[in-house]
Nanobody, 131 residues
Framework: QVQLAESGGGLVQAGGSLRLACAAS????????MGWFRQAPGKEREFVAA???????????SYADSVKGRFTISRDNAKNTLYLQMNNLESEETAVYYC?????????????????????WGLGTQVTVSS
């Protein structure tokens, strides 16, 4: 069973950047699709970004429309860690950010964008963007 621990959250001004990390333990995540979701107070959890399982040195990524061009999801299989680089943050993006491991590995190009496709979640890291 894999365990996930997010880090890197904090307080940043609008327009600033943060890099979130999700350290996995218990087993390798290289063969798993993974994703980032976020949940703001009073709102439902929403998809942010997903990355496919590694196929050789290749992984495929997908993003919510609202973060395309500003956020980048990546993985370092040697460190068993998932990352989310967030640039040009907006105050509306204040939320708890969660990483997750997909329920099934899927095809090499497949990225899981629905929360129901994930069965292991971290506890989250708070990101606060001040305007």
């Amino acid at each position: 069973q894999v365990q996930l621990a997010e880090s890197g959250g904090g307080l940043v001004q609008a327009g600033g950047s943060l890099r979130l990390a999700c350290a996995a333990s218990g087993r390798s995540i290289s063969s798993s699709g993974m994703g980032w979701f976020r949940q703001a107070p009073g709102k439902e959890r929403e998809f942010v970004a997903a990355i496919s399982r590694s196929c050789g040195r290749t992984s495929y990524a997908s993003y919510a429309d609202s973060v395309k061009g500003r956020f980048t999801i990546s993985r370092d299989n040697a460190k068993n860690t998932l990352y989310l680089q967030m640039n040009n943050l907006e105050s509306e993006e204040t939320a708890v950010y969660y990483c997750a491991v997909a329920r099934t590995n899927g095809e090499c190009y497949y990225t899981a964008t629905v929360s129901g496709e994930y069965d292991t979640w971290g506890l989250g890291t708070q990101v606060t963007v001040s305007s």
